[in-house]
């Protein structure tokens, strides 16, 4: 191989790894702003989860305060029929 020839494979291959090189560049700054995306899901994804954990515990505080008040009146209509029409 001369050395021309040797010098343009050179410069040929270096043009080659460079574009190769700028590509798996481009790929890891797609790569970081998906893996920056994913935190940000996950992030309101475990703000969700926190938020029906709160909504679930309010229902279930609502459901046994409706319940007491049912069963709370419950007494009171049976003590109201009894009063009133003897049963």
């Known amino acids: ?3 021309d020839q040797y010098t343009e ?6 043009g080659k790894f460079g574009g190769i090189d700028g590509r798996f560049e481009a ?3 797609r790569f970081d702003g998906l893996e920056a995306r994913v935190v940000r899901v996950e992030a309101g994804v475990e ?3 926190n938020d029906v ?4 515990e309010g229902l279930a505080s609502t459901n046994e305060r409706l319940d007491r ?3 709370d009146h419950e ?5 109201l029929e009894e009063h009133w029409l003897g049963h």
Do not use: G, K, S
Request: proline share 0%; no cysteine.
């Open 75 to 79: 007494v009171r209509i049976r003590a």
């Open 27 to 29: 790929l890891e700054r």
């Open 53 to 56: 954990q709160i909504l679930a």
């Open 1 to 3: 191989m001369t050395t």
């Open 47 to 49: 703000a969700l989860r």
């Open 69 to 71: 008040y049912h069963r």
């Open 9 to 14: 494979l050179n410069d040929f291959l270096a």
